[in-house]
Nanobody, 126 residues
Framework: QVRLMESGGGSVQAGNSLRLSCAAS????????MAWFRQTPGGEREGVAV???????SYTDSVNGRFTISLDAAKNTLYLQMNSLKPEDTGIYYC????????????????????WGRGTQVTVLS
């Protein structure tokens, strides 16, 4: 059974950084697609960053160059380093994981993941 738990959210001023963590268990790291999504009130759950079993990463255009997704399999933890934060980055950030099934990039939508954490709130103040 896959279990995911996010941490590291908070309130920061624009331009600052945060690092989110997702403690994972039951994940087959070399065969899984792992991702970070975010959601704003009334908005859809948007894919932010993805990493596949080979370590290849993919980002939505709005965060490319500012965010970095990484996986430490030895620590069973997925990270999202967020730099140069903007107010539009505000939202609840969720960790997701599922079998790759041939598609693991920024185009893989939320419906294609069956395992989710409960989320962590990120608020960026202008």
């Amino acid at each position: 059974q896959v279990r995911l738990m996010e941490s590291g959210g908070g309130s920061v001023q624009a331009g600052n950084s945060l690092r989110l963590s997702c403690a994972a268990s039951g994940v087959h790291y070399y065969s899984y697609c792992m991702a970070w999504f975010r959601q704003t009130p009334g908005g859809e759950r948007e894919g932010v960053a993805v990493v596949d079993g080979d370590g290849a990463t993919s980002y939505t255009d709005s965060v490319n160059g500012r965010f970095t997704i990484s996986l430490d399999a030895a620590k069973n933890t997925l990270y999202l380093q967020m730099n140069s934060l903007k107010p539009e980055d505000t939202g609840i950030y969720y960790c997701a994981a599922d079998w790759e099934d041939g598609l693991c990039n920024k185009n893989r939508g939320a419906i294609a993941f069956s395992n989710w954490g409960r989320g962590t709130q990120v608020t960026v103040l202008s």
